[in-house]
């Protein structure tokens, strides 16, 4: 068995851990590219949304290198999504790919289900090698997401941006390539002292929150690398979801305690938006009102073109931006998004919400000489 | 003197499946229920200035509706639908209405938006009845009256439900008027046309321009979803890989592989609104189904924009190329492939 599976920004690394600890073979994917959206668009749905569109071409280009089963996962919800892997397989075989599809449905759907695809994927290994692979991967998940929060808060920070970014590469590689537990923990302390030792410049950046579908949150690909043009523009970001936490909370159903910005964001949603979703419908909403709340400069949203929880999480935009007063920005990204247009709205963008938070200041300071 | 309470109720999405129950509730609670008019350009331009340019037609439709509605109701209701069937959605944006609603358009009459889910383990009635008892209990403390209404509007479903499986087309159902004759230009036997889509595209005749009396006019019979049985669309869409967890993506898949499975049609055609989500997904099942079976597939996608010459010229092409092959018992190619290729 050759196994593969799609590509989401660094999820890569912790899954590669996942599978190769267990004693799979495992199929690096290329990195996601333009051939791949070509791949993907030519063979899928027209309308469909585009992490779909980029997981076929994953999966297409996988099958070149050899591959032949995919771990994908599924679900029950209003968003397309848990759908993606039946509808995939089709097409793969329509095209006469052949390559077997194991779908982890998620346990509230049945839990014998998983635990015989489990089965089936790891052969004779005992479960507790299982916890084991499952521990190291973690361990790989909480590194990736330390090494990306240091990248951001320092990249509008850092005299060298780009000196910073192949930091951050390397570290990722070593992490990757890291065999047990404490040599990924070496890699974090030495990439933080390396980047503590970077040369710092002394303005305040302005603070802008991420929110929207995980998908195009996570992958650089899909959103044009919006961390890295936010962070040239001397922006410090942050964003609504963390692949740990998001794993912490979905796959092992918040039993551990990951701090993050946002974790409890998901109940300012109401009054806004009073009812589940579907997707990150939920948390798009609430996060917004969290950044706001804590005095961010503005936020991004992002979503695949046609994403419907997105939609009515925009939708109800109008209401939250008068409540708080914040700059609110949305992108829709699909394979037809043309770089030069986002640079532009993105500087606009930026230049409005700085000189609102300059504003903001003056009136600010104002008041205190009057008192 | 009562003033008796007036109640709004957008003529889109749901309405065309739930109807005759909100109306029976709400008049038998002794308010006056106030339907918007059928849709018009004036409705639509409202409906999309309110909205998002990104939402589908039929919400933005609604929000239209909606818009009329407003100054002329002392209520609007807009329940929120999560499931109408266990374990099974509808759409994030039928789960969202109100609150988009109340973002975007001001000087809205108090909102009734009750939640209608049916969980885990409810059934399509039960959800309903909840929903609807919660929403009387806001108009009046009469239990009395509430549990009375409840009773005579699930009565009023069941007859619609009834004469749409008798074989009526949906607008003649809800309104409780006689078949009436299908006009056919031609004397040979009629072509007999599926036409898959959400009832609230269907039977919309501005947004759908019409399509049931354009086929008509062209010689075809036309037959929709609603003339199948609840359980024989079920049994075929249960045949999918995975259990279809849409209630509404489930009746367009089970219908059409029912058409399809029957052999009584000569062509389907698929009408879709541009940007609805599931349907991305559940017209590509139908579409490849359709490729390899075999079987005359036209996909329509429609929007605000679509122009009605293209739609004519799609359609006499759609029938003139079924009856080309019914002549010549030649082979029509499937949606996706020339003429030619084979």
New interface residues.
């Given amino acids: 068995m050759r196994i593969t599976y799609p590509h989401m920004g660094n999820l890569y690394i912790v899954v590669r851990a996942l599978l190769v600890s267990l004693g799979l073979e495992v199929v690096l994917l290329p990195q996601t590219s333009r051939r791949t959206v070509e791949l993907g668009v030519r063979y899928s749905p027209e309308f469909a949304c585009f992490p779909f569109k980029l997981n076929l071409g994953n999966y297409l280009e996988a099958h070149e290198k050899g591959a032949d089963t995919i771990l994908m996962a599924g679900g029950v919800g209003p968003c397309r999504f848990g759908y993606y892997a039946q509808v995939q397989q089709q097409i793969l075989s329509d095209l006469g790919v052949n390559m077997e599809m194991v779908v982890l449905e998620p346990p509230d759907v049945s839990f014998q289900e998983v635990k015989d695809k489990i089965r089936y994927l790891i052969g004779t290994l005992s479960w507790w090698q299982v916890i084991k692979a499952i521990r190291f991967a973690w361990c790989k998940a909480r590194a990736i997401d330390e090494v990306e929060g240091r990248l951001l808060y320092l990249r509008p920070r850092v005299e060298d941006p780009l000196r910073l970014e192949k930091l951050y590469r390397e570290a990722l590689q070593e992490i990757d390539g890291a065999g047990d537990r404490r040599t990924v923990q070496g890699v974090v302390v030495d990439y933080q002292q390396k980047t503590g030792k970077l040369k710092k410049q002394q303005k305040k950046p302005l603070r802008i929150g991420l929110v929207g579908e995980i998908f195009t949150v996570l992958e650089p690909f899909a959103n044009y690398e919006m961390e890295k043009r936010l962070g040239l523009l001397g922006v410090e970001v942050n964003r609504s979801i963390w692949l740990s936490a998001w794993i912490n909370e979905h796959l092992f159903g918040g039993l551990l305690r990951v701090k993050y910005e946002c974790a409890h964001d998901k109940e300012l949603a109401s009054p806004y938006l009073n009812s589940f979703v579907g997707g990150h419908g939920v948390e798009t909403v609430g996060c917004t009102v969290g950044f706001a709340r804590r005095d961010y400069d503005g936020v991004i949203q992002l979503a695949p073109l046609t994403c419907m929880p997105e939609i009515v999480a925009h939708s109800v935009f109008p209401a939250l931006a008068k409540d708080y007063d914040i700059p609110l920005l949305t992108f829709y990204l699909d394979e037809h998004s043309g770089e030069a247009g986002i640079q532009t709205r993105l500087e606009a963008f930026l230049d409005l919400a700085a000189a609102r938070s300059r504003k903001k200041e003056e009136q600010m300071s104002g008041s205190v000489f009057r008192n | 003197m009562i003033r008796i309470k007036k109640i709004g109720i957008p003529r889109a999405l749901l309405y065309y499946y739930y109807y005759p129950l909100w109306y029976e509730f709400f008049t038998r609670l002794g308010c006056e229920v106030v339907l918007s008019p059928e849709t018009n350009k004036a409705i639509l331009d409202q409906g999309i200035k309110s ?2 340019s ?2 589908c037609l039929p919400v933005k439709v609604y929000f239209g509706h909606v818009a009329y509605l407003a100054g002329r109701v002392d209520y609007l209701f807009v329940p ?1 639908i ?1 499931r109408v069937e266990a ?1 099974e ?5 039928f ?2 209405i ?3 609603l ?3 358009i001001n000087k809205l009459p108090p909102l009734i938006d009750t ?1 209608v889910d049916a969980g885990k383990e409810g059934n399509p009635v039960q959800c309903w009845v909840d929903c609807l008892r919660d929403a009387g209990n806001s108009l009046t403390t009469d239990r009395k009256l509430i549990e009375d209404a409840l009773e005579a509007a699930l009565e009023a479903q069941q007859f619609f439900w009834k004469r749409l499986n008798s074989g009526l087309m949906l607008p003649d159902a809800i309104k409780g008027i006689a078949i009436p004759e299908i006009p056919v230009n031609s004397a040979n036997k009629p072509l007999r046309i599926g036409l898959i889509g959400h009832p609230y595209n269907v039977y919309d005749p501005f947004i759908s321009m019409n399509l049931i009396k354009k086929l008509q006019q062209l010689g075809a019979v036309v037959v929709t979803p609603e003339s199948l049985q609840a359980d024989e669309i079920e049994k075929e869409a249960a045949s ?3 259990r ?3 209630t509404l993506g489930k009746r367009m898949v089970g219908s059409a592989f029912r058409f399809f499975s029957s052999q009584k049609l000569d062509g389907v055609i698929y009408l879709t609104s ?8 559940v ?3 139908v579409a ?1 189904t359709a490729k390899h079976q075999n079987i005359p597939l036209m996909m329509l ?1 429609i929007d605000e924009h679509t122009g009605e010459a293209g739609i004519n010229t799609r359609l006499e092409a759609f029938t003139e190329m079924i009856v080309w092959r019914l002549k010549y018992a030649n082979h029509i190619p499937p949606y996706g492939e020339s003429v030619h290729c084979r």
Avoid: H, N, Q, S
């Avoid at chain 2, 959605?89 to 944006?93: A, G, V």
């Avoid at chain 2, 541009?274 to 997904?281: D, I, Q």
């Fill in positions: 909205t998002l990104e939402v929120r999560t374990k959605y509808i759409c994030p944006k789960m969202g109100p609150d988009m109340k973002a975007r939640t999918l890989p995975k279809m967890f849409w541009f940007g609805c989500g599931p349907e991305a997904l017209e590509e099942l490849r996608t």
